[in-house]
């Protein structure tokens, strides 16, 4: 446990770009004049249940941002969070039910721009306890674990390609079981996925 929090620690201690959902369409160029919203989102690894495992979650469907997709638990930094980090640990306790005190933070992620106006910062932490994950109804259809092993082999990755407002994106997928794991989240896992490789 001991060598993973510093492999962690080490990896987000490397200094490199951020990403964004355009990495792949560099073609399309960013949007003129975007105003983009900071936000906060939780990489939470369980360490409780022996292998590492990674918290993610399945958004409701009813949601205006992002529905149905895999995600980590997190949101937009409110005016009454400190920070970025305060977002994301509130976000979690909300739509997880994760105790703040429970999360060990290690450091932050590069900031990833999302399509959608966002300007995330993963904040990875470590959760050496067990808690009881209660998904919030308005939120969150589920809360799953993927093991970190998974996670961190670039060799899972893939890039496909959608329509999407009539113009052909590209994006990355890290596929796990019935999981579906894309966009920002898989954009971001292989952010962090790429600077354990490079220790």
Same mark, same amino acid.
């Given at each position: 446990?001991?060598?993973?929090?510093?492999?962690?620690r080490? @990896?987000?201690?490397?200094?490199? /770009?951020g990403?964004?959902d355009?990495?792949?369409?560099?073609?399309?160029?960013?949007?003129?004049?975007?105003k983009?919203?900071?936000?906060?989102?939780?990489?939470?690894?369980?360490?409780?249940?022996? @292998?590492?495992?990674? *918290?993610?979650?399945?958004?409701?469907?009813a949601?205006?941002?992002?529905?149905?997709? *895999?995600?980590?638990?997190?949101?937009?930094?409110?005016?009454?969070?400190?920070?970025?980090?305060?977002a994301?640990?509130?976000e979690?306790?909300?739509? *997880?039910?994760?105790?703040?005190?429970?999360?060990?933070?290690?450091?932050?992620? /590069?900031?990833?721009?999302? *399509?959608?106006?966002?300007?995330?910062?993963?904040?990875?932490?470590?959760?050496?306890?067990g808690?009881?994950?209660? /998904?919030?109804?308005?939120?969150?259809?589920?809360?799953?674990?993927?093991?970190?092993?998974?996670?961190?082999?670039?060799?899972?990755?893939?890039?496909?390609?959608?329509?999407?407002?009539?113009?052909?994106?590209?994006?990355?997928?890290?596929?796990?079981? /019935?999981?579906?794991i894309?966009?920002?989240?898989?954009?971001?896992?292989?952010?962090?996925?790429?600077?354990?490789?490079?220790?």
């Amino acid at each position: 446990m001991n060598d993973l929090v510093e492999n962690l620690r080490a @990896a987000l201690a490397r200094s490199g /770009p951020g990403s964004s959902d355009f990495d792949l369409n560099l073609d399309s160029g960013l949007p003129e004049g975007r105003k983009l919203r900071p936000a906060g989102v939780l990489v939470a690894v369980s360490l409780a249940t022996g @292998a590492p495992r990674v *918290i993610l979650t399945k958004r409701s469907s009813a949601l205006k941002h992002h529905p149905g997709q *895999i995600a980590f638990p997190g949101g937009k930094q409110d005016d009454d969070d400190a920070d970025v980090t305060a977002a994301a640990l509130r976000e979690a306790r909300e739509e *997880i039910g994760l105790p703040s005190e429970l999360a060990q933070v290690l450091g932050k992620l /590069p900031e990833h721009e999302t *399509i959608t106006g966002f300007r995330v910062t993963p904040v990875v932490a470590i959760l050496k306890q067990g808690f009881k994950i209660a /998904p919030e109804p308005g939120e969150v259809d589920e809360a799953f674990q993927v093991p970190l092993a998974h996670l961190m082999n670039p060799d899972n990755y893939l890039v496909e390609s959608r329509i999407w407002r009539g113009v052909r994106r590209h994006y990355l997928v890290v596929p796990f079981g /019935p999981y579906y794991i894309w966009g920002a989240t898989a954009r971001m896992l292989r952010g962090l996925a790429e600077r354990m490789q490079s220790g």
